[in-house]
């Protein structure tokens, strides 16, 4: 208390001028309109500056928040894609729907070795099960390959076993991809005849003749292509739309009905021997 009071002697004479000139401005703001107009314009600007500042802090640290509802959103629109494209016989509103979708987030991603494993924070408690598809917003990531409680590991199309039924858009020319392990961006389509036409630019999709899959998820875009004249395939070099090093939020691909198809054949298969 004695620190204030020895404060407000050693300056009383500004602390005074400061007092007068604030009752001084309020008689002068009250009495002119003009001065009351510039006076209100700058406090409104002023607390506007205030307010802005304050929702842009507030947005920022609300990101997570939006940044789900986008992940949220996107499965929801999936699911609708995936079961739209399946045709008329199939309704959203069936009990039963042949594609269903789960988020995930990558806690872990290699891309660097001949075998590339991605780790997600999903597992057997959320219904993950091996052998089912993982994709992100972008296009086609893996497939799970072994599950724990919470937690699954995905094979990644950047692994030397890796082998997906794929297409060029739009037609309904078949083959492989695979990948050479010598780039992180790029994989190869291969088991095209020589008689499909191509261009460098082409989209490549997924076949949709696995039972993993759904047709049509997004790959990448044709790079280059060679013609190897002793098998009359192409080797096609595929960019992919994913960027490998940078992967997080993922969508984890359950076929509801991939155990009957493949019982089915099965059966087929014993009973052609």
């Known amino acids: 208390m004695q620190q204030i009071i020895n404060f407000i002697i050693r300056y ?16 002068t703001i009250q009495s002119h309109s003009y001065h009351q107009s510039r006076f209100f314009n700058s406090s409104n600007w002023i607390t506007g500056n205030i307010l802005d500042t304050s929702n842009d802090v507030s947005t920022y640290f609300g990101l997570d928040q939006e940044n789900q509802k986008l992940i949220d959103e996107n499965k929801r629109l999936r699911n609708l894609l995936f079961n739209n494209n399946l045709g008329d016989s199939i309704t959203l509103d069936s009990v039963q729907r042949t594609y269903t979708i789960t988020t995930g987030k990558v806690i872990k991603n290699s891309f660097a070795h001949p075998r590339n494993y991605i780790t997600i924070d999903q597992g057997e408690r959320d219904s993950v099960k091996p052998d089912m598809g993982v994709i992100t917003s972008k296009g ?12 699954a590991t995905v094979q990644s199309i950047l692994n030397e076993k890796s082998n997906i039924n794929a297409k060029i858009k739009n037609t309904d020319h078949f083959g492989s991809l695979i990948w050479d392990m010598k780039r992180f961006d790029v994989v190869q389509l291969v088991d095209i005849p020589r008689l499909v036409p191509l261009t460098i630019g082409d989209t490549i999709v997924t076949g949709g003749m696995s039972s993993i899959f759904p047709e049509g998820i997004p790959i990448g875009t044709i790079r280059k292509f060679d013609l190897n004249t002793s098998k009359s395939f192409y080797s096609i070099d595929i960019t992919l739309f994913n960027d490998m090093t ?5 969508y984890i691909v359950n076929n509801a009905f991939r155990e009957e198809i493949l019982e089915l054949q099965n059966e087929t298969q014993t009973d052609d021997k």
């Not at 009383?12 to 008689?27: E, P, R, V």
């Not at 086609?140 to 937690?151: M, R």
């Not at 940078?246 to 993922?250: E, L, P, Q, T, Y």
Request: hydrophobic share 55%; no cysteine.
């Open 12 to 27: 009383k004479n500004f602390l005074l001028y400061i007092f007068l000139m604030i009752i001084s401005l309020g008689f």
């Open 140 to 151: 086609i990531l893996g497939i799970v390959e072994n599950t724990s409680k919470n937690f």
């Open 246 to 250: 940078n992967i997080k939020n993922v």
